[in-house]
C-alpha cells in the first residue's frame, strides 16, 4: 500500500515556475515508477510525466517536453515536478501516481494522490 500526498501547487504567472511534490508513505516507494498526471475543468485526465523506480527512465508527454522535469529521492520519499515556463493552458490539479511500470496510461497506476491546484494567471 503506498498513499500519496501532493503539495507545491498554488497561482503562478505565465512564464513562471512551480515545483510540485510528492511524498509517499509505504516501505516499497522506491519499487514503483511514478508519474504526473494533471485534469483541467471539463477535460480528461492527461499524462503529464513518469520516472522509473530508479529514475534512469523518463518518459515525457507533449505538453511537458521542453519545460517539465521528473526527479525522485527515493531516500526521501518523494517525487518532484519541475514545471518551467508555464503556460495558461497549463492550469489544472496535478496528481501523482504510482505504477508498476513507466507509462502514460492512467489505467495501469494503482495509488492516486489527492491532487494540488495549479493556476496561471496572465
Known amino acids: 500500500q503506498v498513499q500519496l500526498v501532493e503539495s507545491g501547487g498554488g497561482l503562478v504567472q505565465a512564464g513562471g515556475s512551480l515545483r510540485l511534490s510528492c511524498a509517499a508513505s509505504?516501505?516499497?516507494?522506491?519499487?514503483?515508477?511514478m508519474g504526473w498526471f494533471r485534469q483541467a475543468p471539463g477535460k480528461e485526465r492527461e499524462f503529464v510525466v513518469a520516472?522509473?523506480?530508479?529514475?534512469?527512465?523518463?518518459s515525457y508527454g507533449d505538453s511537458a517536453k521542453g519545460r517539465f522535469t521528473i526527479s525522485r529521492d527515493n531516500a526521501k520519499n518523494t517525487v518532484y515536478l519541475q514545471m518551467n515556463s508555464l503556460k495558461l493552458e497549463d492550469t489544472a490539479v496535478y496528481y501523482c501516481?504510482?505504477?508498476?511500470?513507466?507509462?502514460?496510461?492512467?489505467?495501469?497506476?494503482?495509488?492516486w494522490g489527492q491532487g494540488t491546484q495549479v493556476t496561471v494567471s496572465s
Open positions: 509505504g516501505r516499497t516507494f522506491s519499487s514503483y515508477a
Open positions: 520516472i522509473s523506480w530508479s529514475g534512469g527512465v523518463r
Open positions: 501516481a504510482a505504477s508498476s511500470r513507466v507509462t502514460g496510461m492512467a489505467g495501469h497506476y494503482d495509488y
